[in-house]
């Protein structure tokens, strides 16, 4: 428990120290965007913020992100329910696919469909693009609650003559509501947030005119005040699921062994169920992939150069993207691993304010990250101005509380009399991390360098702003070429991404843990799922 494994003593102060740097960091663009604000004249920000435009930006976003949560939220809930609670012909299968688009990026997904149809640019097609991008958070993260309820609550409902249905919404859901909300934040910050989907749709929402303010006035104040909109809308957001969420708890209390639960028999309602699978996957990775590979036999309008053609251009790029996303994890972790011990092993309100500070990067959007540090770095910083470093220090930036999460659940099971041993042998604290708690640790510490690495690998805004010049991703590559409807020149980087996305993120599951994705029949440990992250980052300490 983590009362019985506090230290209360004072931490030493270069781990204080060490656990600092990384919520200053997060501090920065927080700091630098509000001061850039703050410049603009009290009559001038009145003028800018109370546009009609403005009013137009914020519905858009508000009523996109209200619409894809609750989409998100029905059909997420829907096949983790029918996936978890029924026999569904083809089960292992279909849950599958159901959580494969989850590993490709959204604005691949947008890619695929604007190839196919230039019509979809409006709020439908920007709905239909960004849901089947997020639903398989909700399914996850409802998946690993529903594999986690004791099975004699459901029991209990059935005999007391609750069918299906009832027994679902009078039992199931209410103990489902932690992952639903959470995952249901997730969805709302994602979308709030996202910007290469919203750009190559010609949807106009907070994110794309942000950068379109900053490619028209580089220094002027209309990027950062709405960008500071975008904060309070992120930070709201986190709010209203806290207080939603409230302090009910759902921790099974009686003994016994967990089993599984009897799952329903569909009967006739197998044949709809099994055709809706398929119409999801059809559409959530049907389209995506298969306009790819459309666009891969397109030769003649793919305007291939000839360092393309030699397929240079093709693997310079994904090597690059490789090394950003190795170099921003061993960042992440470099820094999130003494404020991680710092959180699990002490106590007192300087760590509590740290660790706190530390989450805030989960609400504040890249592109705020983005252009924070290029004003910093232009004014007071020139030399790291568009340099590799400056990049990679933003990806830790953003992807800090990815890193929290995994590291804080491995380092507070590890166990503490090892640790007294390693003391009562004459090891600091620095040895004793090294070599007894890391170890300990190890499964976590892989977990958290497997999601920065997924994470960071097909991150678009900050990636695409704070680039050394001439520098080109796989990313980049594929935004650029489809922003000039260069949909044949841009299919060999995103199957190049797509292809690496999904087999990073196989690799996460068959090495973190077992999943009703692999095995069916697995109870797993949750803490060591991807699922984990799914259901626990929106309820981490914030």
């Known amino acids: 428990m983590r009362s019985t494994e506090t230290v209360t003593g004072r931490p030493p102060p270069g781990l204080l120290l060490a656990a600092a740097v990384a919520s200053v960091l997060v501090l920065l663009p927080l700091a630098v965007t509000l001061f850039q604000a703050a410049q603009a004249p009290f009559k001038d920000a009145i003028n800018l913020l109370f546009r009609p435009l403005v009013g137009e930006l914020l519905l858009n976003t508000l009523m996109l992100v209200v619409a894809t949560t609750l989409c998100s939220a029905v059909l997420g809930t829907a096949a983790a329910w029918l996936l978890e ?19 490709i990026p959204a604005f691949i997904t947008s890619y695929a469909w604007v190839s196919l149809s230039p ?23 409802v998946a690993a609650a529903l594999r986690n309820i004791d ?25 489902l509501r932690p992952a639903l909300l959470g995952g249901m934040l997730l969805v709302a910050l994602d979308v709030l947030v996202e910007f290469g989907a919203f750009s190559l749709l010609r949807f106009r929402t907070f994110t794309t005119e942000i950068y379109a303010e900053y490619r028209t006035g580089f220094n002027g104040p209309e990027a950062s005040l709405l960008a500071v909109v975008l904060i309070i809308l992120c930070i709201l957001f986190l709010v209203a699921e806290m207080r939603v969420r409230g302090s009910a708890q759902y921790a099974r209390l009686g003994g016994g062994t967990r089993r599984k639960s009897v799952p329903y028999e569909l009967g006739w309602a197998a044949i709809p169920v099994a055709a809706g699978f398929v119409l999801i996957a059809i559409v959530a990775l049907g389209v995506p992939l298969g306009m790819i590979a459309f666009w891969l036999t397109q030769h003649s309008a793919a305007a291939i150069s000839p360092v393309m053609a030699s397929g240079g251009l093709l693997i310079s790029t994904a090597a690059r993207s490789l090394e950003f996303s190795a170099l921003a994890t061993l960042l992440t972790l470099t820094l999130a ?17 740290l660790e706190r500070v530390a989450y805030l990067a989960q609400g504040v959007p890249s592109i705020v990250v983005a252009l924070a540090l290029v004003a910093l770095t232009v004014h007071a910083l020139r030399p790291l101005y568009q340099s590799t470093a400056l990049l990679i220090v933003a990806y830790s930036i953003l992807f800090m509380p990815l890193a929290l999460v995994s590291l804080r659940a491995a380092l507070s099971q590890a166990q503490r009399g090892l640790e007294e041993a390693g003391r009562s042998l004459g090891l600091n604290w620095f040895e004793i991390a090294f070599r007894i708690v890391l170890p300990l ?11 920065i690495f997924v994470s960071v690998f097909s991150e678009l805004t900050a990636t695409l702003l704070l680039a050394p010049i001439g520098t080109s991703t796989l990313a980049i590559q594929v935004w650029s070429d489809t922003s000039t409807l260069a949909f044949a020149a ?26 009703a994705v692999f095995d069916s029949a697995a109870t797993p440990d949750l803490k060591k799922t991807p699922a984990f992250r799914l259901e626990h980052a929106a309820e981490a300490d914030i």
Do not use: N
């Open 85 to 103: 609670r029924t026999r569904v012909p083809g089960r292992r299968l279909w849950s599958a696919l159901i959580a494969v688009p989850l590993a």
């Open 119 to 141: 019509s979809l640019q409006d709020f439908a097609g920007a709905l239909l693009i960004v849901t089947c991008s997020y639903y398989p958070i909700l399914y996850l993260s």
């Open 151 to 175: 099975p004699a609550l459901e029991e209990t409902a059935r005999s007391l003559g609750c069918g299906p249905w009832s027994s679902f919404f009078r039992v199931v859901l209410p103990h």
């Open 337 to 353: 691993l003494p404020l991680a011990f710092l959180a699990v092993r002490y106590k007192g309100w300087p760590i509590t304010i």
């Open 441 to 451: 640790a190890g499964p976590g510490l892989g977990a958290a360098a497997a999601l």
């Open 490 to 515: 841009a299919a060999p980087y995103a199957a190049v991404m797509i292809g690496i996305s999904l087999v990073s993120t196989w690799l996460l599951a068959r090495r973190f843990g077992e999943t």
